[in-house]
């Protein structure tokens, strides 16, 4: 059962879905970025995935995109009580901890098998509590114990800047936008180290203050932008008559695939992928505001699974190659082959995954937590 997210006044299921498409994308655009690489340059079907499937960077900041603005969207009538503060943080632990830390747990298992290291079990317990592992490079600071556990750490920490900034209640937005100035501009300013470049940052010598101090959580204040431009109904109005137009709405939805496939300021950071994404997401979030959009249900359950199909992929296709390898078969003789066996399982294993982790262990969770 989806969690309904109501955009506009009246509650419209195709509200909820067109954020739900746009996750769906996301997902599979980093999956299939990560998975390609089953498929020797020479092979069937590697160079058309080339083209189609070549920046992972953007799934991720489309992802970071919309955290932003959830964010705003859940907590826009939150009077900000020490118990409603206490609420959003567990709801935003269940959400997204148990799954990342069953998934982790199982895929180091599987990596590891029967020889683990000191410094592997260092590792893992800093993944599991969204710890960068290195100093460098930026902005992954070490890949996880799950490779995409390094994004999850940046959405963390996003969620403990909007805990921080509820605790002034009315004054949260603006709290959040001086905690994020002095993070993201004025320490770098000090430094002698300002970039928009969040490849390029500097290494403080502290990798959590590298962390927080990349500009790729610019992404997720662009989100919060368009959340508080929502939020105000005169402001949603004008830009959900604006991008009501479809030549409009074509128009910003083929630049930004524009820049997706071209490759065109690729890069992490607020003047890159972070700008396509946040046009991208607008234009379908206040196209289909008031709008009875039906959107194909599949592509709706590819958003519903979308979290699990980001942590899944790497697991999925490290199993099928240990298996393979145990099992005498040749792992990249048929590239194309494991590459689509993988896809398909990760479809599988994430709705599993969904069914029985995102929801069942959470609603577990919520039956012995307080305040639910």
Do not use: C
């Amino acid at each position: 059962m989806r969690r309904e997210i109501n955009i506009g006044q009246n509650p419209i299921k195709s509200k909820i879905d067109s954020i739900q498409v746009l996750r769906g994308v996301a997902a599979m655009i980093v999956t299939i970025y990560h998975l390609k690489s089953f498929i020797a340059i020479d092979q069937p079907f590697r160079r058309e995935l080339d083209f189609f499937f070549d920046s992972g960077a953007a799934g991720v900041n489309l992802f970071f995109v919309i955290s932003g603005f959830i964010m705003v969207y859940i907590t826009e009538k939150t009077p900000g009580s020490y118990e409603d503060i206490y609420k959003f943080i567990i709801k935003r632990f269940i959400r997204i901890w148990p799954t990342y830390a069953v998934i982790t747990v199982i895929y180091f298992v599987i990596r590891y098998r029967s020889y683990v290291t000191i410094p592997e079990i260092k590792d893992l317990a800093m993944s599991l509590l969204f710890i960068p592992i290195d100093y460098t490079p930026p902005p992954f600071y070490g890949y996880a114990t799950l490779p995409v556990g390094w994004s999850l750490n940046y959405e963390i920490y996003f969620y403990a800047l909007i805990t921080v900034s509820l605790l002034f209640r009315r004054l949260r937005w603006p709290v959040f936008f001086l905690l994020t100035i002095v993070t993201l501009v004025i320490i770098p300013i000090l430094n002698g180290s300002y970039t928009l470049d969040a490849a390029r940052t500097e290494n403080y010598g502290h990798k959590y203050l590298n962390m927080i101090t990349n500009p790729i959580i610019w992404s997720f204040i662009y989100g919060v932008v368009i959340g508080l431009l929502h939020s105000n109904q005169k402001v949603r109005n004008v830009l959900a008559d604006f991008f009501s137009r479809k030549w409009i709405f074509s128009t910003v939805v083929v630049l930004a695939v524009w820049q997706y496939l071209s490759g065109f300021f690729g890069g992490q950071g607020p003047l890159q992928w972070a700008i396509g994404a946040s046009a991208l997401f607008s234009a379908f979030l206040f196209h289909h505001a008031g709008r009875h959009t039906q959107f194909p249900g599949w592509l709706v359950k590819l958003g519903d699974i979308s979290y699990s199909i980001y942590l899944l992929h790497v697991p999925v296709s490290f199993t099928l190659t240990v298996l393979f390898q145990k099992l005498g078969y040749p792992i990249y003789g048929s590239g194309p082959a494991l590459f689509f066996l993988s896809i398909s399982l990760t479809l599988i294993a994430s709705h599993l995954s969904y069914e029985y982790l995102e929801i069942r262990l959470s609603n577990f969770m919520k039956r012995l937590l307080p305040l639910f």
